[in-house]
Structures are given as structure tokens and as C-alpha cells.
């Protein structure tokens, strides 16, 4: 079993690294890329807890905006890690999120919610990457509301109005940096249309022509004919296809291997980095 997407508490996961890792071998996957947003702080420890027979993929989940102001993420698995660019641009983003944070707190306190920015950070795990997740516990804590999911189908979706984006590169800025660092680019959930506005078909083209490796076809936010429309652009545009849990421990409804990406598809992505960096016990 191979999963190409998960989260951490370097993120808005609820297992540390190791815990994901043990999970992962005692579920019996076999590759598992870990894919942090906007860090790879989890890196190390990973490589620390790996064990047993499991491949590990390191990477991280790049949130984007394009020019229209509608959210992409794009996953970048085995770069360079030491590579200066792709730090610089992981740096930019998680930092415009902590102003973006203050503004939704304002919002909500504006409307009378009991809500502070000292109460996400005792939220959050220490260094992790800031994001609306701890914002919903937060919310939870204070019995504003019940869940996360609760919290992301109401008050914290993106088309709330206390919604506010934060800077991000674009897509295909994205692609560049991380094939510039020598690893490859994924297009997650690129159809998961209840978050909010999504890519059109015609918008492939251009994330082609930056470098684009593949597109995760498989994941629990895309409905049938959602995942048909992705799997026909993929073959179409010879791009590789994955499926991944995305899982964020018990952060998200999501079991770690639910979607998978098939062997062969996964050899051909892990060719197109530009030096084997998968890493074995
Ligand atoms: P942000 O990065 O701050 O914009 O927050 C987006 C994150 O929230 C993404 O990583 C999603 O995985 C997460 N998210 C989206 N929907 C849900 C949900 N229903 N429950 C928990 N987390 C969610
Ligand atoms: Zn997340
Ligand atoms: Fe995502
Ligand atoms: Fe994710």
C-alpha cells in the first residue's frame, strides 16, 4: 500500500512524526510520504523513527493562490531539502499565515466570538505550521463550536465570511521551485469543489508547461465523475496519477492508506525526481 499525503504535528496533523510512522508499519503500508503545509520541520524526526521494511517520502504540501485568488495545494515529494529557493518560498507562506490569522480572529471578534490569538497558540503545537485547524480547536476549547469539521463546514470554510486567504505562490511557481529543487509536483484535491472555487480543465495546460509530475486522482474529497474528469486530463496530458489518505490523525475523518496510489505509477513519479532520495531503515 502506498500513501502519498499525510499530516503531522509540524502541521495541523495529531500524530507526531513517529507515532504517524509506527501507525503506517503497523497498518502495513509500504511507501508513505509525509507531507507537512509549508514545512519540512518533520523531516528529521522521520528519518530518526523509520524502521522495519516501509519506504518514507519526504515532502510537503505547498499552499498556493492563483491570479483569480482561488486556493490550490501542491505537494512536493523528494526535493532537496537543503535547497534555498524552496525553503525561502515554504518560509514565505508560513509566515503570511500568521497575520491572516489575526484578521479572522478579528472578524469573529467583531461578531462577539470568544476568540483570541493567544488561544490558537495554545492550540497549536509548538513550531508547527499555523492554519484555520487550529483555529477550529481553539473555537472547540471554547465551546464555540463542536469539531473541526463542524468548524470547516460552517464558520471557517472558504466561502465564510470570516474567511481570509493569505499570501501564497502561484501554482505554477510552486511547480518550478520544487522541480528546481530536483523533486516532483502533485496537484492535490484539484476538484474538491465544496472548498470553495476550483481549477477549471483549460487550467492544466499552464501547470503542464511549469513541470507538473502528477495529479492525485484518488481522495475522499472527489466525487466519481470528479475523479473521471482529473483521471482523463492525467492520460491525456501523460501526468501520473496517485491517491492518498491525506490523513491528519484524528484531526480529520480520514484513515491513513484509505486511498492509494498504485506501484507502478508510483515508480514512474519516484523516476522523475532528479536523485533517489526515498529513504529505507
Ligand atoms: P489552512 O491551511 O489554514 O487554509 O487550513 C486548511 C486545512 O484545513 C487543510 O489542511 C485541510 O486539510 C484542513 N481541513 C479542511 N477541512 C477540514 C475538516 N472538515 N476537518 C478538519 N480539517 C479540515
Ligand atoms: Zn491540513
Ligand atoms: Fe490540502
Ligand atoms: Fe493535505
Redesign the pocket.
Known amino acids: 500500500m502506498i500513501d502519498l499525503h499525510t499530516h503531522t504535528t509540524c502541521s495541523d496533523g495529531t500524530d507526531t512524526p513517529r507515532e504517524l510512522i509506527n501507525k503506517a508499519l503497523s497498518q502495513g503500508i509500504d511507501v508513505l510520504a509525509i507531507t507537512d503545509h509549508d514545512t519540512t520541520s518533520g523531516w528529521s524526526d522521520a528519518r530518526k523513527a523509520i524502521r522495519g521494511d516501509i519506504e518514507l517520502v519526504l515532502g510537503a504540501?505547498i499552499s498556493c493562490l492563483t491570479h483569480d485568488g482561488i486556493s490550490v495545494?501542491m505537494l512536493g515529494l523528494l526535493f532537496d531539502e537543503n535547497n534555498s529557493p524552496m525553503q525561502m518560498l515554504l518560509e514565505e507562506t508560513r509566515d503570511g499565515r500568521i497575520p491572516r490569522m489575526k484578521k479572522m480572529i478579528e472578524l469573529m471578534r467583531a461578531e462577539g466570538m470568544n476568540i483570541s490569538m493567544a488561544d490558537v497558540e495554545a492550540a497549536m503545537p509548538p513550531g508547527a505550521t499555523l492554519g484555520r485547524p487550529h483555529l477550529a480547536d481553539a473555537l472547540v476549547k471554547n465551546g464555540v463550536i463542536a469539531s473541526r469539521d463542524e468548524a470547516f463546514q460552517g464558520l471557517l470554510n472558504n466561502d465564510s465570511r470570516f474567511y481570509v486567504s493569505h499570501a501564497a505562490p502561484t501554482p505554477e511557481e510552486a511547480i518550478s521551485v520544487i522541480r528546481s529543487a530536483g523533486g516532483v509536483a502533485i496537484i492535490?484535491?484539484a476538484f474538491a469543489s465544496h472548498r470553495g472555487q476550483i481549477l477549471g480543465a483549460q487550467d492544466f495546460q499552464g501547470l503542464c508547461d511549469a513541470g507538473l509530475n502528477a495529479i492525485e486522482v484518488n481522495h475522499r474529497d472527489h466525487s466519481v465523475s470528479e475523479r473521471e474528469m482529473l483521471r482523463a486530463i492525467a492520460i491525456e496530458q501523460n501526468l501520473v496519477i496517485t491517491g492518498s489518505s491525506?490523513y491528519h490523525g484524528n484531526g480529520k475523518l480520514n484513515s491513513l492508506g484509505e486511498n492509494s496510489t498504485d506501484l507502478e505509477q508510483w515508480l514512474r513519479l519516484e523516476s522523475q525526481a532528479n536523485a533517489r532520495r526515498v529513504v529505507k531503515a
Do not use: S, T, Y
Open positions: 504540501e495545494h492535490a484535491h491525506d
